[in-house]
């Protein structure tokens, strides 16, 4: 096995002796297929087997001893060995690969897990202070609530919101539930190319674009023009399905627009509208 100038194993040289090989006696003489020839059984263009054959040649693998019809008559070293070592490295290099790829496994899963010993649990016998509770720790404190009452029982105006308290900021659209499942109330995440965030066309968002606009958009087909629009511009969205709201509103927007276009006809130099009111099967299909 030769060795590249990085150490690496020249495998387009053991290719040509291979094929080499193939054409040779049994005491691994006689070799004498055409370059064409060694072309067509490895796939290299000529160039390329003509330089492997020079490296066999100068390795010591390959020996030249005649000419027939042209082409060169090769000997393969048929003595020399593969040490036992390149077994031995294949083995330990794979064990190797074992075991990196069990310790990525291993980060992977600790970035996802929350282990016990770093919760603080704080409880009311901890509380040492009035508008404070600490942890045993002393290293996280909590600001209580503190709200003051009037005699009619309604709040101050200064009460401080509790973080347990629902957000009281509207949708941003009336399809805001469009993305089905949870995606309403998921933690806002990362931009995210639309393919790797895996972006779906739901039965919800199905309903919502025929309720708004209407039978005659066809959702199959501007979908999948958003998605290939998306994919080719790799672009990065925080939230899919209200990007995909946009582009059917937009689309929506377009084809009613066309509708209201007035008919065309045929004059020297291109085309005008027509301006006076007439039988419309006159100018059918703009004639």
């Known amino acids: 096995m030769l060795l590249t100038d990085k150490g690496k194993p020249d495998t387009t040289s053991r290719h040509v002796l291979q094929a080499l090989a193939e054409h040779a006696h049994k005491d691994g003489g006689g070799a004498h297929p055409s370059v064409f020839r060694l072309q067509y059984r490895t796939g290299y263009d000529r160039r390329t087997v003509q330089r492997a054959l020079r490296r066999l040649e100068t390795g010591g693998l390959i020996q030249k001893t005649g000419e027939t ?3 060169t008559i090769w000997t393969l070293a048929l003595h020399l060995k593969r040490p036992a070592t390149d077994w031995a490295d294949l083995e330990r290099a794979e064990e190797a690969e074992r075991q990196a790829a069990a310790e990525r496994k291993r980060r992977s899963r600790s970035k996802r897990v929350t282990h016990s010993a770093s919760v603080t649990v704080t409880d009311f016998a901890s509380v040492t202070e009035r508008d404070v509770t600490h942890s045993p720790s002393g290293r996280h404190a909590l600001e209580m609530r503190d709200v003051t009452h009037s005699a009619s029982g309604r709040h101050a105006l200064n ?9 009281v900021q509207p949708p941003t659209t009336s399809g805001a539930d469009v993305g089905g499942g949870s995606a ?7 931009t995210a190319p639309i393919d790797e965030d895996g972006f779906v066309l739901t039965d919800a968002m199905r309903r919502w674009a025929i309720d708004t606009f209407g039978s005659g958009l066809d959702v199959d087909y501007e979908t999948a023009q958003f998605v290939d629009h998306h994919r080719a511009e790799a672009s990065r969205r925080a939230n899919w399905p209200a990007e995909w709201q946009k582009w ?7 084809a009613s627009e066309r509708q209201q276009r007035p008919p065309l006809r ?10 006076n009111p007439v039988d419309p099967s006159v100018y059918e299909n703009g004639f």
């Not at 309403?184 to 990362?190: C, L, S």
């Open 69 to 71: 019809n042209g082409r």
């Open 266 to 275: 045929a004059v020297a130099g291109g085309w005008q509208p027509y301006t």
């Open 159 to 167: 009460a401080a919101l509790t973080t347990n308290q629902p957000s």
């Open 184 to 190: 309403g109330r998921r933690e806002p995440t990362p």
């Open 248 to 254: 059917i509103r937009r689309s929506a927007k377009w």
